[in-house]
């Protein structure tokens, strides 16, 4: 007798309704030896299990968003995505080795640099080691989705590959909001 979780269905079912390839591609994952979750929140995995437990040489989050609302002002719409990139720092800080990386993936365009990634690294003890172009074909069948937009691709150019490190003891970081 199996036991079928109604959550897990639910997330299968939403998947496969909005982004045709998802179940495959977990399967393939899967196949290849990865443990997939669902559900994660960027903002707080430092706290749950297993990631409570465990350190990482390096932690990605490709495009982040924390979504847009027409009728948000435009500074508040980037205080959100400041907040989003903040919270995700300060979380994977703590799940990464000493010489682990935290990589983020983002427009490098127009309202995008408004988000200043670098200075909010930096004020929760960060330090970027390097950008870098990213290059969709360096990612064989990766194909990125707009956020609960359904199976439509968002174009990713120009965007970069920012990667941090832990500031040196010497390194001094200011304060954020």
């Known amino acids: 007798m199996a036991l079928i979780d109604k959550h897990q269905l639910q997330i299968s079912e939403f998947l496969s ?10 399967n393939k994952l899967r196949s290849l030896g990865a443990k997939v979750m ?5 903002t707080k995995m430092a ?33 959100r995505h400041r907040m989003l990139v ?21 427009k490098s ?4 640099k408004e988000w200043n990634l670098e200075f909010i690294a930096s004020s929760v003890g960060l330090r970027l080691i390097e950008e870098v172009p990213f290059n969709l074909k360096d990612y064989p069948g990766y194909c990125n989705k707009y956020g609960f937009g359904g199976d439509k691709n968002f174009d990713c150019i120009p965007s970069k590959t920012y990667k941090f490190g ?8 200011g304060s954020y909001l």
């Open 109 to 112: 365009n127009g309202f995008f």
């Open 166 to 173: 832990l500031k040196k003891p010497n390194e001094k970081g």
């Open 47 to 79: 706290n749950v299990f297993p990631f409570n437990c465990m350190r990482f040489d390096r932690v990605v989050f490709n495009f982040p968003l924390a979504g847009f609302f027409p009728y948000e002002s435009k500074e508040v719409v980037i205080w």
């Open 17 to 26: 309704t909005n982004y045709k390839n998802a179940l495959s591609n977990i």
């Open 38 to 42: 669902h559900d994660v929140d960027a």
């Open 86 to 106: 903040q919270r995700f720092f300060e979380n994977a800080k703590s799940m990464i080795h000493i010489n682990g990386e935290i990589h983020i993936t983002h």
